[in-house]
């Protein structure tokens, strides 16, 4: 061979066992989410189905329309809608740049995308209150710990365009009837009016004077924030914080005429609801758009650590702000995860999913062809079946529909593929008979008494809808 030949094969071989190398030394993909992330397993699911379930039948309830906005939205919307002092978008963003070069950031709360969203598309045209129900993933870079994760789940009720306290105690309402019908029985709901710009401007001027005589006592962070944020140290939660908060002037203490009215309306609203409200005047909230009500659903742990399930209030400026039309607003949101957490503490009920009372079995390769059809036919039919199609021995099949504790298995073999027609097992007695395809559905319902034949969809082929509520 040609000298030549040889070394442009040689310099080949070495080429290509240097690129092999270096996929040796890729590092190993980690079989784990960032941290603060989790996968959400099946048999967590059933949780988070009566979560949907109890939301989402609320919202309909309550006459809110679904909105679904992107996860990712502009920087600066959430800048200007959270404030630029607060721990969310001085501490938490998933802020970056696109390949494009636009400064977009993973969502931290839905309310700044919800506002977008009805300023863009015109819903001040709805009649009102235009009320919205949102829910998805939330992101904050936050320190990881029980309750408190980067990656977690809201469900949000937000209503635009009436100002009138009655909306405040029906939203204040809706909080707690979703927390109600999850099963958890022991909450507080938190209440406080920080007021409107003009009253809280005045406000805020005898609080940070009432701060500065004590910052000697109050934590670094809460030193700063007397400069950027000063109603934020007053639900600092370090305990000498605290203790400078309690001797604070309070917000309601300071209201102008319009907003102490708002408020006493509110809590006269909230008495006739019979709901077991507390005045919080330390509670201000951790988002800037506030304005008179703010309120949070807290957790009530006896003497452990109180979490708040979900918060909210008025933001009357944010849509104005934003570059709307002047627009009252109020909304809340809830987090899932706590929810749940809650949920399993005071051991609620999570979802159960209907299970299947029949089981479909079939023995040899024509009736396994027909069974597919059959199975089918029946889930058209509304009627929820069990099959383990994969199994050939009869036998088998059975133990598996004895393991699901099925009240009738149809058996299917060669002869009934070629007779159309299906053994009926009763489970209980062990009686058979046989019925012919075509009345299957008719004699499986009736058998079944028609009013407790399971379905879970409603395709409009079948009238019965009874599963768990
Ligand atoms: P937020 O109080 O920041 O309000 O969050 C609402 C709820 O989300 C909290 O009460 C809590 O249950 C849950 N949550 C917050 N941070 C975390 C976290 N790191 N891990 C797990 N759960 C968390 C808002 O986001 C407002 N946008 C609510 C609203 C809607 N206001 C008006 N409309």
Redesign the pocket.
């Known amino acids: 061979m040609p000298r030549k030949i040889v070394k442009k094969i040689k310099k080949a071989v070495t080429k290509k066992s240097k690129s092999e190398m270096k996929v040796k030394e890729l590092e190993p993909v980690m079989l784990q989410p960032p941290r603060?992330m989790k996968d959400i397993l099946p048999g967590e699911q059933p949780y988070w189905e009566q979560v949907r379930r109890v939301t989402e039948r609320l919202a309909r309830d309550y006459g809110f329309s679904r909105i679904d906005t992107p996860v990712v939205e502009f920087n600066n919307l959430f800048n200007r809608s959270i404030g630029e002092g607060t721990d969310?978008i001085e501490k938490e963003m998933y802020s970056f740049a696109t390949k494009g070069g636009d400064k977009v950031a993973l969502r931290?709360?839905?309310?700044?995308g919800?506002c977008r969203a009805y300023i863009q598309h015109g819903l001040h045209l709805l009649p009102k209150p235009v009320k919205l129900f949102s829910t998805g993933p939330?992101y904050?870079y936050?320190r990881?710990q029980e309750?408190?994760?980067?990656e977690?789940y809201?469900v949000?009720?937000?209503a635009f365009g009436e100002q009138d306290p009655v909306l405040d105690a029906q939203m204040i309402q809706v909080a707690y009837r979703v927390v109600q019908n999850l099963g958890i029985k022991s909450i507080q709901i938190q209440v406080n009016s920080i007021g409107c710009p003009t009253c809280r401007k005045e406000y805020k001027d005898l609080l940070v004077n009432y701060l500065e005589s004590k910052k000697n006592k109050l934590c670094q962070d809460c030193k700063r924030r007397l400069e950027t944020n000063p109603l934020r140290v007053l639900d600092c939660k370090e305990d000498k914080c605290s203790q400078v908060a309690a001797a604070a002037p309070q917000s309601v203490d300071h209201l102008c005429d319009d907003c102490r009215n708002h408020f006493k309306n509110l809590l006269e609203y909230l008495d006739e609801l019979d709901l077991p409200y507390a005045i919080n005047p330390q509670l201000v909230?951790?988002?800037d758009y506030?304005t008179k009500t703010v309120f949070?659903?807290w957790s009530g742990e006896e003497g452990g650590r109180k979490?708040?399930?979900?918060?909210?209030?008025r933001?009357d400026g944010l849509v104005k702000m934003l570059g709307g039309e002047n627009t009252p607003?109020?909304?809340?949101?809830?987090?899932?995860?706590?929810?749940i957490l809650e949920m399993k503490r005071v051991q609620a009920k999570p979802y159960r999913a209907p299970k299947p009372r029949i089981f479909l079995a079939q023995l040899g390769d024509l009736a396994k062809k027909k069974s597919l059809k059959l199975f089918s036919e029946l889930e058209k039919n509304g009627i929820l079946v069990a099959e383990s199609f994969g199994r050939g021995s009869l036998k088998a099949q059975l133990r598996v529909a004895d393991k699901l504790g099925v009240e009738l298995t149809l058996i299917l073999g060669q002869k009934e593929a070629l007779d159309r027609t299906v053994i009926i097992k009763n489970m209980a007695s062990g009686v058979q008979e046989i019925v012919s395809v075509d009345k299957l559905v008719d004699v499986v319902k009736k058998k079944l008494k028609t009013d407790n034949v399971v379905t879970y969809h409603d395709n409009g082929n079948h009238n019965n809808h009874s599963e768990n509520k």
């Open positions: 603060g969310i931290p709360e839905m309310t700044a919800t939330v904050r936050d990881p309750g408190r994760y980067r977690f809201q949000n009720y937000d909230r951790g988002l506030y949070e659903i979490f708040s399930l979900g918060g909210g209030g933001y607003a109020i909304g809340f949101g809830l987090g899932v995860e706590r929810l």
